[in-house]
């Protein structure tokens, strides 16, 4: 295998999350593609951050991003979640799709509401069926933290969740990439977990 670095592909990556974790990739020598429902809106999402373009960072709508990831993360709201996975399920066969959704349900955000099935990350799962490798993960960080120094992050915990060991690897090397702490946590099932935290964290 070549030790070439994946391009990584953010699905809803003009959010605080999606755009953070984007920006700290990029700084990290990745090829990064922000993906949206439209390309005006990942075209300025990507601007802001490579604006002296000494990056790569692209922009794309969601279907294109998805094709042109060899990782794809899906960071979009939970009212999203269902909509965007059938836009890309066609783009992420044979690939591992890093879910980092949280399902919360506004105003009541600081309750935990797991949806049915489990967690949001089963669901991914079940609905991109087994030719995706769906990895959770990064749920627990706040947005804010994307942008601070890179050593300060040592100090956040990453619990990475998936029924695919090596894929689940991959995704821990790749948040350890960045200055996290990051844990293998067991089965996609476990996701439920961070999930259910963050709602508690908000609190």
Known sequence: ?????????????TGDLGSGLAWRFARAGYAVVIGS?????????AAKINPDETLTVTGASNENAAIA???????????S?????ASIRTSVQGKIVVDSTV??????????QLPAG????KQTQDFLGE??????????VAAAHMRSPQEQLRDCDVLVTGNDAD????????AETIGFKAWHAGSIDNSAVAEALTSVLIF
Not at 37 to 45: F, L, Q
Not at 81 to 85: G, R
Not at 103 to 112: A, H, N, Q, Y
Not at 118 to 121: E, I, K, L, Q
């Open 37 to 45: 429902r439209t390309v005006e809106k990942a075209d300025e999402a």
């Open 131 to 140: 030719g995706v490798r769906v990895v959770s993960a990064f749920q627990n």
């Open 81 to 85: 979640h269902e909509a965007t996975l």
């Open 167 to 174: 894929a689940r690897g991959v995704v821990v090397n790749l």
């Open 69 to 79: 990831g060899d990782i794809v993360f899906l960071t979009v709201p939970f009212a």
């Open 103 to 112: 399902p919360l349900s506004p105003p009541k955000i600081m309750r935990v």
């Open 1 to 13: 295998m070549s030790n070439k670095r994946p391009t990584l592909a953010f699905i809803g990556g």
């Open 118 to 121: 489990g967690c949001a990350a």
